[in-house]
């Protein structure tokens, strides 16, 4: 496996600033609309979802250009936080389980969040090594499993063709022995077929 590649330490640093401030932005938008009784925290988090991604374009130009995996982590996190901060109950579809924590608590609450706001930025920083990781090993399992399909088939062929098609042969008591003898030399047919049967002139 190749090196990992160094993760650039002030985007973590920035995404806890990006955090600070859709966290406020999101509390800010959750009380000067009125929402319907029916509506849903998911709901509120999708109505906040394209100012949110707005304003890290234009305010974080490095952070926006990590990606559409890490613009949807951070403004769920931030969204989830100022969710929580004021009721604490679990978050419809959410990937991010607060059930449980203390709301509006900084130390148990808010900071973990950011915690979770780094580790975004550190994980979308490294998203395209492990894809291309993925994608090698995806090559390595393909080759396995095409050398495997070769190794059978060629061991079905010559084992069909020693049996069959090789002009032995066969009597009352002799397939004892060239059935087992056929099954072995197929098994490893690509030296049968590369030396042995060179060797025997055939």
Not at 63 to 75: H, M, P, Q, R, S
Not at 94 to 101: I, K, L, M, Q, R
Not at 124 to 129: D, L
């Amino acid at each position: 496996m190749a090196k990992e590649p160094s993760v650039d330490c002030s985007l973590l640093d920035e995404a806890e600033q990006c955090f600070d401030k859709l966290y406020s932005k999101y509390e800010y938008l959750d009380g000067a609309i009125f929402w319907n009784d029916d509506v849903t925290k998911s709901d509120k988090i999708a109505a906040f979802f394209a100012p949110a991604a707005e304003f890290v374009r234009i305010n974080h130009p490095k952070l926006y250009a990590l990606g559409d995996v890490f613009l949807n982590d951070i403004i769920r996190i931030a969204a989830c936080a100022a969710q929580n901060d004021e009721r604490n109950d679990p978050i419809d579809n959410s990937n991010f389980d607060w059930s449980g924590v203390p709301a509006g608590t900084y130390i148990s609450f808010i900071q973990p969040s950011k915690y979770y706001a780094r580790d975004a930025a550190r994980r979308a920083q490294m998203e395209p090594y492990y894809r291309a990781e993925r994608r090698k090993q995806d090559r390595q399992n393909i080759a396995l499993i095409l050398l495997l399909a070769l190794e059978a088939i060629g061991s079905v062929a010559t084992f069909v063709f020693l049996t069959f098609f090789d002009g032995y042969i066969y009597n009352t008591w002799n397939w004892l022995i060239a059935i087992p003898v056929n099954s072995f030399l197929s098994f490893i047919w690509p030296i049968y077929w590369l030396i042995l049967r060179p060797i025997m002139g055939n």
